[in-house]
Nanobody, 128 residues
């Protein structure tokens, strides 16, 4: 049973940095893509960042481009999201997701419905 576990959330002030990690465990599998999504209070889940497992393709939403960085650590089997210059509008529950089926284009990375494994989420609150 594949499991994704997010850690690293918390309450921070605007302008600071935070690093989220997603530990992947269980079974034998191969993700074609991994991504981060978030759901703010009263809003729908939205795409944040995603990458191919090979890291040859990386995508960011316009709202986080230049501030957030997605990366993967092969040795630790983790996917990270480095978040810099955090803003109050970044407040949300952040979810890690994995897709095992092949990816056929950029639209597969940014759509939550294309991922078949999800973590439980970690809360990030940006407030002064």
């Amino acid at each position: 049973q594949v499991q994704l576990l997010e850690t690293g959330g918390g309450l921070v002030q605007p302008g600071v940095s935070l690093r989220l990690s997603c530990a992947v465990s269980g079974g034998t599998f191969s993700f074609a893509a991994v991504g981060w999504f978030r759901r703010a209070p009263g809003k729908e889940r939205e795409f944040v960042a995603a990458m191919s497992w090979s890291a040859s393709s990386i995508y960011y939403s316009d709202s986080v481009k230049g501030r957030f960085t997605i990366s993967r650590d092969n040795a630790k089997n983790t996917v990270s999201l480095q978040m810099n210059s955090l803003k109050p509008e970044d407040t949300a529950v952040y979810y890690c997701a994995g897709r095992t089926r092949p990816v056929y284009g950029s639209s597969y990375y940014v759509s939550a419905g294309q991922y078949n494994y999800w973590g439980q989420g970690t809360q990030v609150t940006v407030s002064s």
